[in-house]
C-alpha cells in the first residue's frame, strides 16, 4: 500500500515537472522570438540604418589597418563604385552580397590592372605584404603591368601572366573572406547581445517570478535561444 502510495507520488510529481518545463521552455521561447523580432524591426527602420552604419564602420576599419597611410579612402570609392555604384548602394546590402561587390572590384581590377585606380587597388593589397616578383626588386603589379604592355608576349610571359593573377586574387580574396567572417562574427554577437537585453526586459516587466536572480536567467535563456528560434521560423515559413 505504502508502494503504491510514493510510486503515485512520484508519477504526479513527474508530470508536474515536466509541465512545468515544458511552460517554461515555451515561455523562454516565445521570449526569445519577442527579442528577436524587435531586433529584426530596429533593423528595417529607414531613419535608423543600424545595420547600415555598422558595416561602414567596419569596412571603412578593415581598409585602415590595412593602410600604411590614407590612401585607404580611394580603395574604398573604388570598392563603392565597382562593387554597387555608390556608397549608399553598398552599404543597402547584406554582408554577403558587401563581400561580393568587394570581390566584384577585385576581378575588375585584375581584367583592367593599367587603369589608374584599378592599379592602385591592387597596389594597396600588396603593399600589405609586399610580395616580390622572382628575386627583381619589382613588386607583382608592376610586374604585370609591363608584362601586359608588351605587345607579343611569348608563352612564358603569358604563364606569367596568368601566374601573377591568380596570386593577387587568392592573396586579396584572402583579405575579403577574413574581412566577412570577422564582420559576421561581430554583427552576430551584437544581435545577440541586443536580443539578451531585450528578453530580460520583457521578462522583468511581464513574467512574474518572484526572485530577481530567476528572472535574470529566463531572460538571458530566451536571448540566447533568440538566433536559433528565428532561424527555424525562417526555414518553417515556406512550408506554411
Not at 509541465?19 to 524591426?41: D, P, R, W
Not at 609586399?130 to 603569358?158: D, F, G, M, W
Not at 530567476?214 to 515559413?237: C, E, N, S, T
Request: net charge neutral; proline share 4%; hydrophobic share 45%.
Amino acid at each position: 500500500m505504502e508502494l503504491e502510495t510514493i510510486s503515485a507520488a512520484l508519477n504526479q510529481n513527474a508530470g508536474a515537472y515536466v509541465e512545468f518545463l515544458i511552460k517554461s521552455l515555451a515561455g523562454i521561447a516565445l521570449v526569445g522570438t519577442l527579442s528577436m523580432a524587435l531586433v529584426q524591426a530596429f533593423k528595417g527602420i529607414p531613419f535608423l540604418p543600424f545595420r547600415e552604419k555598422f558595416f561602414q564602420q567596419r569596412t571603412e576599419k578593415f581598409l585602415r589597418d590595412l593602410s600604411k597611410d590614407n590612401s585607404w579612402h580611394e580603395i574604398e570609392e573604388v570598392i563603392y563604385r565597382y562593387g554597387a555604384g555608390s556608397k549608399k548602394a553598398f552599404y543597402k546590402q547584406s554582408l554577403e552580397e558587401i563581400a561580393q561587390g568587394m570581390v566584384a572590384a577585385k576581378n575588375i581590377a585584375l581584367a583592367r590592372p593599367s587603369k589608374a585606380e584599378l592599379t592602385n587597388f591592387l597596389r594597396f593589397f600588396e603593399d600589405v605584404g609586399r610580395p616580390k616578383y622572382n628575386s627583381e626588386e619589382c613588386s607583382l603589379v608592376t610586374a604585370l603591368l609591363e608584362l601586359i604592355a608588351i605587345s607579343e608576349p611569348s608563352h612564358e610571359q603569358k604563364e606569367n601572366i596568368k601566374s601573377i593573377n591568380s596570386y593577387l586574387s587568392l592573396m586579396i580574396g584572402g583579405y575579403i573572406d577574413g574581412f566577412k567572417v570577422t564582420v559576421n562574427q561581430r554583427w552576430t554577437f551584437w544581435q545577440q547581445f541586443a536580443a539578451i537585453v531585450l528578453s530580460v526586459c520583457f521578462v522583468l516587466m511581464w513574467v512574474p517570478i518572484e526572485e530577481p536572480l530567476f528572472q535574470l536567467i529566463y531572460g538571458i535563456l530566451g536571448g540566447m535561444l533568440a538566433p536559433f528560434v528565428h532561424d527555424l521560423i525562417k526555414k518553417l515559413k515556406p512550408l506554411i
